[in-house]
């Protein structure tokens, strides 16, 4: 059975860091990502990180301020989140693919809230 749990949310003050982890359990993928969903919003991608080269995609929102890296002795992705806005204030999800940019396994998300 495919497990994804995540870890790392909470409360933050603006400017401040946090990272979440995301452990994978029953099946390894090509794929791995983030993503986010606002109250009131529809989920968006954040992040993902692809392949042993590896090769990593974030969303212009994020780019500069977070970063995706994994761990494979772990089975274990991370997203390192700095200079947090009360724009990231979200639930945040850990999500894997074997089939492109198909995401079909997903976690139950954590709670990132940043306060201004």
């Known amino acids: 059975q495919v497990q994804l749990v995540e870890s790392g949310g909470g409360l933050v003050q603006a400017g401040g860091s946090l990272r979440l982890s995301c452990v994978v359990s029953g099946r390894t993928f090509s794929t791995m990502g983030w993503f986010r969903q606002a109250p009131g919003k529809e989920r968006e991608f954040v992040a993902a990180i692809r392949g042993s080269g590896p090769n990593v995609y974030y969303s212009d929102s994020v780019k500069g301020r977070f970063t995706i890296s994994g761990d494979n002795a772990k089975d274990t992705v991370y997203l390192q989140m700095n200079s947090l806005k009360a724009e990231d204030t979200a639930v945040y999800y850990c999500?894997?693919?074997?089939?492109?940019?198909?995401?079909?396994?997903w976690g139950q998300g954590t709670q990132v809230t940043v306060s201004s």
């Open positions: 999500a894997a693919t074997n089939s492109g940019w198909d995401f079909g396994s």
